[in-house]
């Protein structure tokens, strides 16, 4: 057995392969083994993939037709053999010495898996930014340095991330909660990580930035694709995970302020083209929820202003124009209220304060 299974799922990643398969190759940590599932990717990756493993035996190489990138870690997982389980996915970076602080970490307090930071990189732009999604910092607040499970976060359940890459799993306990990324979606991480956090007792976040994740419009998630639709369905099945544990009622709140919030979200990102598309299938699904008055009247009182205009101007709007035009209003004042937000943290900060006396000196001689 050895000591982490790396799973990779690669579609038509060429530019960045090899250097992502290097950053785990060449690890501080050698007792490895990399699982990668080629699913059906048009370009050269399956032969950089196969030259790869003909170098090093820890390399190990599976193909499929293309069922997307949930499928392909599905897969992958199968033939995990590790101790801990890590998911890279084959356009980013892992800092060098992750696995071996992340292994040592592990296992010192026996944990169900670790959370760590990550940084976005734009490839298109060549800006790198540590996001607040990536950051997690009220998580990391809260918990500090203790071993914590789901139930200590209460609704800043909804401030983790989802994203598979900034997590270190124990592997057995990933086979005990028997959870799965969704298949034939995007986003389908989401699925796998709240089936896994639920599952959780022993967790620990680690606050150090271990990953670069790549941003670039290649990716799944920046096509900006009929595919966005997707997250539509992800969202039901979320749902149907918090109602699987038998905690839908405890976090009611959040799951219905992310579900409008997060379907929202990727609505201004689709192709201007789609948009319409977009719109109708948010009416369609929102109109199910409208349609059962006592699921509606259980949820819509614990909406916020924004998550509530969202399921309103979706019901009564005809199309996307119409909506647009009703959100414009809503959006506005989160913006104000947004700079307000900020201007106040500027007010409150350090900085401000040491050169207060040097604004009022400037007043004086205005």
């Known amino acids: 057995m050895v000591k982490v299974s790396v799973i990779m799922p690669v579609y038509n990643a060429e530019d960045y392969l090899e250097e992502s398969i290097n950053g785990i190759l060449n690890q501080s940590l050698k007792d490895l083994e990399l699982i990668c599932v080629d699913d059906g990717s048009k ?9 790869f493993a003909a170098k090093d035996n820890r390399v190990q190489v599976y193909h499929q037709e293309n069922r997307g990138g949930g499928a392909a870690r599905n897969v992958a997982m199968t033939h995990a053999t590790g101790e801990y ?6 356009d980013d970076e892992l800092d060098q010495n992750a696995l071996k602080k992340l292994y040592k970490i592990a296992t010192k307090k026996d944990l169900d898996f670790v959370m760590f930071r990550a940084t976005n990189y734009d490839v298109d732009t060549g800006v790198s930014q540590r996001i607040r999604y990536f950051r997690m910092d009220a998580v990391a607040e809260k918990v500090g340095d203790s071993v914590f499970s789901y139930r ?24 005990r909660t ?12 989401n699925i796998f990580w709240w089936d896994i956090l639920l599952n959780g007792e022993r967790i620990y976040f680690y606050k150090k930035y271990l990953y670069t994740r790549k941003n670039h419009s290649k990716s799944s998630t920046g096509a900006g694709d009929k595919r966005y639709i997707d997250s539509i369905k992800i969202s039901d099945m979320i749902w149907d ?24 979200h990727w609505y201004p990102e689709i192709q201007p083209e789609l948009r319409e598309m977009y719109f109708q299938a ?27 205009a969202i399921f309103e101007n979706t019901i009564s709007s005809a199309n ?47």
Request: proline share 3%.
């Open 43 to 51: 370009d050269s990756s399956l032969a950089i993939l196969n030259d």
């Open 85 to 90: 389980l890590y998911c890279m996915d084959a």
């Open 152 to 175: 200590d976060l209460g609704d800043l359940i909804f401030e983790t991330s989802s994203t598979p890459w900034c997590k270190f799993y124990n592997l057995d306990f990933v086979k």
């Open 178 to 189: 028997g959870a799965q990324f969704a298949e034939g979606l995007i986003f389908h991480d």
């Open 241 to 264: 995970i918090f109602k699987k544990h038998g905690v839908f009622d405890e976090y009611k709140t959040g799951l219905g302020i992310r579900k409008f919030d997060k379907v929202y």
């Open 282 to 308: 948010m009416k369609e699904n929102y109109q199910k929820i409208a349609d059962d008055k006592e699921f509606y009247d259980y949820i819509i009182d614990d909406l916020t202003p924004k998550s509530r």
């Open 320 to 366: 996307h124009e119409e909506f647009d035009e009703k959100m414009e209003p809503v959006l506005l004042k989160e913006k104000i209220g947004e700079l307000e937000q900020e201007n106040k943290d500027l007010q409150s900060s350090t900085s401000w304060k040491i050169t207060e006396p040097l604004r009022a000196i400037k007043k004086i001689f205005k």
